[in-house]
Each structure stands twice: as C-alpha cells, then as structure tokens.
C-alpha cells in the first residue's frame, strides 16, 4: 500500500464550486504539505503544517484553505474554484528535524498527485 | 530562497552517463544541495543532497564544486527508467520548516 494517498486522483468542476482534496499518510510524519504545479513547470508550495496544531502559508495560498484534522490527514479546499486553478495538486509529508534544528536534510514523500480541471 | 538555473533538457543514450549541472551562484553557507525527481505521472522522489563533499548514493552521485556555487547530479548508467525531470534545489537548514522551491528543473531523455 502506499505510504501517501490522495483522492481523488482526478476531478473536474465548474467555476463557483466548492472542492476538497484529501491527503492521507501512513509514514507517521508530523509535517504535511500541499503544492500545485502548472503544465512545464515546477512545484509551488501553498499550504504546509508541522503538526495538527499549526498552520503555515505557502507563497500560493490566495483561494486555498487546508485543514489538518489528524496527524495522518490534510486537506486542501478552493472555497470558490476558478478555472486558473486548474492544475496538479501534490501532497507531500517529511519527518520532523531534530531538536538542534540542524538536520541536514528531511525527505520529502510526496503522493501520487490529484488532477483538477475547473471548467 | 536563493535560486538555481538548470538546462531545460538533456539526451543520453542507454547504459551512458548523464551529467546534470546545476548553477546556484547566491547560495549561502546554510543551505544544502538537494535534488528530486519526478517521473511521468508521478510525484516528485528524493534522489540525493549534499553541503559540501561529494556524495554518493545507489541512485546517483553528486559533485559540488570548491566554490559551492554549482554541483553536478551524475547518473553513472542512464536506464530508460531514468527518463524525468530532475530539480536541483537549495534548502536553507537554517529556516524554519523543510520548505523546498521547485524551479523548472532539467527533462532527461533516455534514448534505447
């Protein structure tokens, strides 16, 4: 089984609607993340979470709001779709760093993605 | 976050190696090398970081230059399953969170 899952795996909706996308883990990883990528393009980042307490803004969250209702689960909502959020969504979790905040590096485990088409 | 430039794409034959540079010329003394990959329909997977010294892993090896301002990801025997995009990225250790910034990455051919 897959260590990160999200569903749906692809979506279609019409501007106006409200859409939930949903991640969930098994890695027991504190940290969670939610990136878009545009056709040719890398990830950007829109929401992220250390832990089921804290909430964090990415460099994209304009239209985006997450919910991290467990350790094992965050979900990225567009409260009102448009069609210029159209794109691919990832899901991504990473261990928590060590207390001397000097790990050198936390993996990322990212999901298979799920495709969203507004229309 | 300091940036990276990558070639768009690159074309290696099977069993041949492929040497993909990267240039991070602002890169501070904090921040590590990291480079992940994505498969077709895939999501992104780790392939190797570094600081400093070369390093090498079963993927692949990465070189970094005296300087630090640019490194290399060395896949020693490109299989077709190598084909992907690979993205060079800087992760400042010091800053809070494990946040990485995708630029556009370089598409790796693998011809038979």
């Known amino acids: 089984d897959a260590d990160v899952t999200q569903t749906p795996r692809n979506r279609i909706t019409k501007t106006g609607k409200r859409i939930m996308l949903e991640c969930s883990q098994t890695?027991?990883?504190?940290?969670m993340y939610w990136y878009r990528q545009d056709p040719g393009l890398g990830l950007r980042l829109i929401y992220y979470?250390?832990?089921?307490?804290?909430?964090n803004k990415g460099e994209i969250s304009d239209g985006y709001s997450v919910s991290r209702q467990a350790q094992a689960k965050f979900s990225l909502s567009l409260e009102s779709a448009i069609p210029n959020q159209t794109a691919l969504y990832f899901c991504?979790?990473?261990?928590?760093?060590?207390?001397?905040?000097?790990?050198?590096?936390?993996?990322?485990?990212f999901g298979p993605g799920t495709r969203l088409t507004v229309l | 976050d300091a940036k990276t430039t990558q070639p768009n794409s690159m074309e290696s034959n099977e069993e041949e190696p492929v040497h993909l540079p990267c240039n991070h010329s602002?890169?501070?003394?904090?921040?590590?090398i990291h480079w992940y990959r994505q498969l077709p329909s895939q999501g992104p997977e780790y392939v190797i970081h570094?600081?400093?010294s070369n390093v090498n892993n079963r993927m692949a090896s990465l070189a970094i230059a005296e300087d630090r301002k640019s490194s290399t990801l060395i896949l020693h025997r490109a299989t077709l399953r190598d084909a992907a995009v690979y993205y060079c990225?800087?992760?400042?250790?010091?800053?809070?969170?494990?946040?990485?910034?995708f630029g556009g990455g370089t598409r790796v051919l693998v011809k038979p």
């Open positions: 991504a979790t990473s261990d928590v760093d060590l207390a001397s905040g000097r790990r050198s590096y936390n993996e990322q485990f």
């Open positions: 890695k027991g990883h504190d940290r």
């Open positions: 979470s250390f832990d089921v307490k804290d909430i």
């Open positions: 602002t890169i501070s003394g904090t921040d590590y």
């Open positions: 570094g600081l400093t």
């Open positions: 990225i800087l992760r400042d250790v010091g800053a809070a969170g494990n946040k990485l910034t």
